[in-house]
C-alpha cells in the first residue's frame, strides 16, 4: 500500500511474531504500552510502558530456509528506565511511566536514545559485548582487589570471547527543568540538540549539558487565572535545525524560527481553522484541542490529530488544512457518554508511512485507521489476538450507525472504549507497522505474494 492503496483495501495486512501475532508484555496496570519508536533504521522498535520500562525489539535477518520469518522483531534487551519518585517540595508523586522514546542516528556500533517520565529525560546508550578483559594485574578474576605484596609478576590483560550481552547504560541525566509534565521530547536535526516541552514551557537542551536548559518557548501567564490554552505536543523539522512547531489544546498550531529571537513566544506561522457555528457544541473545546503533532519525511506537510480528526497542513496555507479525514465520526453522537467516562480526553498519535502518502491513527475497539493521500480511500483494521495468528490476513472493519446491521460489521452501541490504540508506529522506509493496544505489541507486514 505504499505505491498503491489498492492491496491495502483487499487482502490489506498479515501480522507476524513470535506469539501469535502478538507480542505480549504483561498484564498489569504497569505494564500498559505508553509509546512505541521505531530507529532510523527500523532494524530496532522501542516500546515504553507505565511501569518505566523500556523493552527494545530487533528485527531479525532474513533467512533463506524460512522467507515468510522476513523482518520479523524479538526481544533484543530490557531495561528500568524511569523509577517512581516523590517531590517533597510539592508532595507530588512522580510516575515512572514512560511518556515518549526518541532514537538519535546511528553513529557507530552502539545505539542512543532518549526517554522521558512526566519531569526527568534519560539518554541511554545500548550496545553489545562478547569479549570479557581477564588477566588484570590489581584485581582477581572475581574482581576483588589483589594485596600489591603478592604481586610478583606483570600479566597483560587479554579479552576473552563470551556470550552475546546487550547493556544499556545511563550516559546523561537531564533534570529539573520543567514544573510541568513533559508531553514531547524531539531530537534536533543537528543532532546536538533537543527539545522537551510540557503544558507552559519548551526548553532547548544541548546533549553535552545536563544541569542547565535555553527556554524558548513560556506562554505561562502572569496570573494563572488567565491562562486559556496549554501546549499539547511538539517537534522539530526534520530538515531545518531553527524551525520548530508546537500544537495546543485550542486547536492551534505555531510554528517558530529560532533565527529571529531567543524567546520564540512570537511565532513564525499560525495555523487555525475557522470553526464552523453550525457545529458548536459544549464539547467543541475538548474535541478540538491537538493530541500529536507531527512534520512530514520531506518537511513540506504538518499533520494533526485531534478527537475526532486527522488534518494535513502546507506550511505555506495557514487559514485551513489542505486534507481533513473523519476518524470515528460516528462517535460524534455519543460524546456525551464519553465526557462522562473521560475517553473524550484520550490522546491519541498519528504517524506517516515513509513516503508521506499514507496515515495511521488509532481509534477504540482496538481499530486503528489508515487513510491513502493519493486516492482518498481509507480502511478500518482490527488489532485482536483472536484475528492477528501469524500470517493470517486483516479484514476491513466497519461501524454500523443505527438500522440494520450487516454480519461483517460492528454497532456502534457494542464497541468497547477501554480497548483503544493511542500508540502506533511506522517503519521509516518499509510497509511494518507496530500498534500498540493496552499491554500488547502487535506488528504488521504488508502480505508477501
Known sequence: FLVGFGSLMQDVLWCFSQVKGT??????????????????????????????????????????NQPHRRGEYNVYSTFQSHEPEFDYL????????????????????????????????????????????????????????????????????????MDLMVEATPRRVFANAHTYHINSISVNSDYETYMSADDLRINLWNFEITNQSFNIVDIKPANMEELTEVITAAEFHP????????????????????????????????????????????????????????????????MT????????????????????????????????????NDCIFDKFECVWNGSDSVIMTGSYNNFFRM???????????????????????????????????????????????SKKILHTAWHPSENIIAVAATNNLYIFQDKVN
Not at 132 to 160: A, F
Request: charged share 35%; proline share 4%.
Open 371 to 417: 487513510f491513502d493521500r493519493n486516492t482518498k480511500r481509507d480502511v478500518t483494521l482490527e488489532a485482536s489476538r483472536e484475528n492477528s495468528k501469524p500470517r493470517a490476513i486483516l479484514k476491513p472493519r466497519k461501524v454500523c450507525v443505527g438500522g440494520k446491521r450487516r454480519k461483517d460489521e460492528i454497532s456502534v452501541d457494542s464497541l468497547d472504549f
Open 305 to 340: 490529530r485531534d478527537y475526532l480528526t486527522v488534518k494535513v497542513w502546507d506550511l505555506n496555507m495557514e487559514n485551513r488544512p489542505i486534507e481533513t479525514y473523519q476518524v470515528h465520526d460516528y462517535l460524534r453522537s455519543k460524546l456525551c457518554s464519553l465526557y462522562e
Open 239 to 302: 530538515h531545518h535545525c531553527n524551525t520548530f512547531v508546537y500544537s495546543s489544546s485550542k486547536g492551534t498550531i505555531r510554528l517558530c524560527d529560532m533565527r529571529t529571537a531567543a524567546l520564540c513566544d512570537r511565532h513564525a506561522k499560525f495555523f487555525e481553522e475557522p470553526e464552523d457555528p453550525s457545529n458548536r457544541s459544549f464539547f467543541s473545546e475538548i474535541i478540538s484541542s491537538i493530541s500529536d503533532v507531527k512534520f512530514s519525511h520531506s518537511g513540506r506537510y504538518i
Open 90 to 161: 510539592k508532595s507530588l508523586e512522580i510516575e515512572e511511566k514512560i511518556n515518549k522514546i526518541r532514537w538519535l542516528p546511528q553513529q557507530n556500533a552502539a545505539y542512543f536514545l532518549l526517554s522521558t517520565n512526566d519531569k526527568t529525560v534519560k539518554l541511554w546508550k545500548v550496545s553489545e559485548r562478547d569479549k570479557r578483559p581477564e588477566g588484570y594485574n590489581l584485581k582477581d578474576e572475581d574482581g576483588r582487589l589483589r594485596d600489591p605484596s603478592m604481586i610478583t609478576m606483570l600479566r597483560v590483560p587479554v579479552l576473552r570471547p
Open 23 to 64: 507480542i505480549d508484555i504483561g498484564v498489569t496496570e504497569a505494564d500498559i504500552i505508553s509509546t512505541v519508536e521505531f530507529n532510523h533504521t527500523g532494524e530496532l522498535l522501542a516500546t515504553g510502558d507505565k511501569g518505566g520500562r523500556v523493552v527494545i525489539f530487533q528485527r531479525e535477518q532474513e533467512s533463506k
